[in-house]
Structures are given as C-alpha cells and as structure tokens.
C-alpha cells in the first residue's frame, strides 16, 4: 500500500546449503533497495546459518509439517503481508506459502509441473538445466525483477562482533580445517583416507582441527581418525555454532571436506579449499570461488578441476555421475557411492601439496 515500507520475504530451498546459496540474491535485492525489508523464512534450527547477515531483516520460522493449529496461525499473521515473495524451491507446500504470504510471486517450476504453480506466479525459472549452477538459478529469480546479479556467498558470522570460537589462539598460528563426515553416506569418503590425510597434514607442520555437528556416531569416526594421528589433530565437532564454525575455517591455512556446506563457507571465505565430490553435479553444486563473477558455472559436471581457491577432487567409476544420490537410487543406501571409494588417497595428497603455501609443501 502506498506510503508502507516495502517487504519482502524469501523462502529458499530446505536445505543449508540452499539457503547460504541464496545469500547473493539477499545482497542484491538490499543494494537495490536499502530501505526494504527483506524477512527469510527457513525451517527450525537453519537460522544459525544467516547469523550476522546484516542483508536481511528478520527470519520467520515454519514447522516442516506444521498442524493444523499452526497453519492456522501462520495464515492469521502471513495472509498477504509481504509485496513480494520469492522462492527457489518447486514443491507444492512452498508454491502455496507463495500464494498465500505474497502479493506479488516469483518462484522456481519444474519443466512438466503443475500448471497451477505457473498460474499463481508473476514469473518463473524453469528448474532442470543442469550446467547452472544453483547460485546463477538464484541469481535468474532476481533478475526476473530487476535486480542485478550478485555473486558473494554470505557465510554466518558471530552476531555483534562477538567472538564465537572458544578458539581465540588461532588466530596467530597456522593451521588446517577437515570436515570428513555426511549425514548422507553417498556423500562420505574412507576412513582410512580421511586417516591418512589428517596424519600427513599434521606431520607438515599444520594442527588440523576436525569439524562436525557432534552425534555420537559422528564424534567416534572422527575418534577412529584421530587414533595415531599427531598430537596436533583435535575434533572439536559439537562445540561450535555454525558461526563459530565459519569464524574458524576463515583463518584456516588449507580447508578439506566434502560436498557440504562448510565446503561452501570455506570458499566464500577465500580459504585454500579442497572439495571431495561424488554423483552430484559439480557444475551445479560445486563450491562457489571467492572473487568469482560470471554467468557460467566454474565447473564441468563431472571430474577434477580447480577454479580460484577451490579444488574439487572426484574419483571416476563405471556407473558415471548419476545425481541419485546412491546407487540403488536411495540417498540412505548404506554401500556409499563408488565415485567416492573411486577417489585415492594419492589424488588428494597432490592436490594438498598443490593447495598449500610452500612452507608446508613437503
């Protein structure tokens, strides 16, 4: 209404990762208009990764599956309160969250989708081109209303200048950041290479700290790394917030891990950062390198390859690179993913020793 402040609220997709990908569209829908207010709605506990996001104003949390009780509510306090709301997700319950909290709508549709999701939006972006990568998808949305393309990962930081890493002492000393575990087991590398690695960076000099959300399950494979590696390797998974995390990794001398959002992080920061891949598409989901501007994916969709300060290392099998998630087409399979087991612990050696400064080059 006229004389009212601007809203606008974005709904990316429900995942992590996704929503630090679509931190350049948050930046540049407030350079376009500082005066708006920009509001995220995200899923219970994903707020730890916006923490210190000066771009946004508000973030407004949804039950995954809310009652009826909360849909009520939700409706009450949401019908029609923002001008605008976009979204990068396809599903049905977000294109309804569009219908029913925005005015004005711009979303993300599938190729062969429902006609009723095009029929509730202002404009669209077609979902399937796999060479375009998630950020430049993100990016389309907000060009679809004019704004202009940007291309910063906004990693979290500790809200108010705080310091969030009980970890204050590396700020002055060398060291290295591993981030070996998935919560999805396509996604995992061996244990006898994360072993491997760990010893052969502590032996150059480096303490390497080894990061994680803290499970019980996640706390032993990272005792099973650390058992005869050198005094300078620690887990520290579970004791930091997601900020703390992210303040850690930014003064890290070298970054390994694997297709995860700390991977995303450790490149926005500028970190050396080596990415272990296997069936997702790089050129769609590889780390985005710091300072990068374009409107192609640094990425092939498949194989080795470095840009900026990213290496991603992908090992090479005869199924290819499926995008299931697991073979079997179960992202929980257990067997793990053979482009994954195809990766050798010679091939991450060598990109190590092609990452870091030549004082740690053994």
Known sequence: MAGQQKKILI??????????????????????????????????????????????????????????????????RLWRKYDLMITNAADDRVHLYLFFFGRQRVSVTLPNGAAWKRWITFASVV??????????????????????????????????????????????????????EARLPYKRWTLAGWAAVTRHLSQTGLPVYLTGAGGADERQYHRDILQGSAQTAESVAGELSF???????????LYLGIDTVNSHIAA????????????????????????????????RNSGSQRAGNVLIIQGS??????????????????????????????????????????????
């Open 11 to 76: 709904f990316a997709k429900p995942a992590i990762g996704d929503i630090l990908l679509a931190t350049p569209l948050m930046r540049s829908i407030r350079l376009a208009e500082p005066d708006v207010i920009l509001d995220v709605m995200c899923y219970p506990g994903q707020e730890a990764i916006l923490e210190g996001n000066r771009d946004i104003d508000n973030i407004v949390t949804v039950e995954r599956r809310p009652r009826w009780s909360q849909s009520l509510d939700m409706l009450r």
């Open 317 to 362: 099998a005869a199924c290819g690179t499926c995008v299931q998630g697991a073979c079997l087409r179960r992202r929980d399979h257990g067997s793990g993913c053979p482009l994954m087991a195809g990766i050798s612990i010679a091939q991450v050696m060598q990109g190590i020793q092609s990452m870091l400064p030549p004082e740690f080059r053994t």
């Open 127 to 180: 979902e399937g081109h796999e060479d375009q990568h998630a950020l430049l998808r993100n990016n389309q949305l907000g060009n679809l209303l004019g704004y202009r393309s940007q291309y910063e990962v906004v990693p979290p930081v500790p809200a108010n200048g705080r310091t969030g890493s009980p970890l204050p002492r590396l700020r002055e000393s060398a060291y290295a950041v591993i981030h070996p």
């Open 268 to 299: 926005a920061h500028g970190v050396p950062t080596i990415a272990l891949f296997g069936p997702e598409k790089p050129a769609r989901w590889g780390p985005w390198p710091a300072g990068q501007r374009s409107e192609r994916s640094p990425w």
């Open 243 to 253: 900020a703390a995390t992210s303040e850690l990794i930014a003064g890290a001398t």
